[in-house]
């Protein structure tokens, strides 16, 4: 079903959630799942990135601005109802839920909305600052900024963290950051960003970039020593994703988040006005060790708002 994109303030829709492909080559390895006390899926082989199809939501707050737009700290409305202007700066919020890895090996018992039987659950929560450059009827341009924090973390029963696997936990936006932290990361160098709307439908790119300071290691050793979840044989230093923004009100009631974070591992919950938060689907892809900054990172691409993608 198409949306109404109204305004050119609709740019806000797509912050730091579009960009361009990333030309790196892409890491692949394994993945242990097991945490010692629990087998999951055990090594899950030949993984090159995490797919988070229709498991995310994000929002939008003013953190600076010029006189007339809206104030300091106010959730800023996709559908063009809160000002914003050249010299603004936006932050996005976003938490999603892995619904597979990204390779041929099917991962049974991986948790999420649509197979809530699984025994553990990978859930990924970011937040970046972007600063609003140039707007114009239908157009706007944004400068991500350096800085923000992107997280993975693993849950499962021995972990005692929240399973997200109903649209009523994405509505309550808790369990996404209680879990083991396994992957840390942060952006910085980035190149800008453009949003383009008009006849009903909105499109973007960017690129948000930014390397990981941790990502834990895996254990899998036939002396019966505990595994513990993690890469295998080594860890990616940063990684790309993939994001098509949908709006939440366009999805009905039941996936519009009223909460974003928990209040773990360094995570402060943040409120949020339902009606106004939007459907996130990314597909994070790890890369290697790069000649540059710029092939890391968060890169969150291909918007496309005029249609849902469904997950399968």
Not at 107 to 113: A, C, D, M, V
Not at 149 to 157: E, M, N, P, Q
Not at 187 to 205: C, D, K, M, Q, Y
């Amino acid at each position: 079903m198409k949306l109404k994109l109204r305004k050119t303030l609709l740019a806000l829709a797509m912050i730091g959630f579009a960009s361009g492909a990333a030309h790196a080559a892409i890491w692949t390895g394994n993945f242990n799942t097991s945490n010692g006390a629990t087998v999951n899926d055990g090594v899950v082989l030949n993984i090159d990135g995490l797919d988070m199809s229709s498991q995310g939501s994000s929002a939008f707050f003013m953190v600076a601005g010029q006189a007339g737009s809206a104030a300091n700290g106010t959730q800023l409305d996709p559908g063009g109802s809160t000002p914003i202007q050249a010299g603004d700066i936006v932050r996005t919020y976003y938490q999603g839920v892995v619904q597979a890895f990204n390779t041929g090996v099917p991962s049974p018992n991986l948790n999420w909305i649509s197979q809530p039987a699984g025994t553990y659950q990978l859930t990924i929560a970011a937040y970046f600052d972007e600063l609003v450059t140039f707007t114009a009827p239908g157009l706007a341009i944004l400068q991500p900024l350096a800085g923000g924090r992107v997280s993975l973390f693993y849950d499962d029963a021995t972990v005692n963290g929240t399973f997200i696997n109903t649209a009523a936990g994405i509505l309550a936006g808790t369990g996404y950051t209680d879990g083991m932290l396994i992957a840390d990361g942060s952006v910085g160098a980035t190149l800008p960003n453009t949003f383009v709307t008009g006849g009903g439908v909105g499109s973007g790119f960017a690129t948000i970039n930014g390397p990981l300071s941790l990502a834990q290691l895996g254990v899998d050793d036939p002396a019966n020593l505990a595994d513990v979840v993690g890469f295998l044989p080594d860890a990616p230093t940063g990684y790309t994703s993939t994001t098509t923004l949908q709006f939440g009100g366009n999805q009905g009631t039941t996936f519009q988040t009223i909460n974003f974070f928990d209040a773990a591992n360094g995570w402060a919950p943040v409120a949020s006005f339902a009606p106004w938060t939007t459907r996130a689907d990314a597909n994070a892809n790890f890369v290697p060790e790069p000649a540059s900054l710029a092939l890391l990172g968060l890169g969150l691409a291909g918007l496309a708002f005029s249609q849902r993608r469904r997950a399968g």
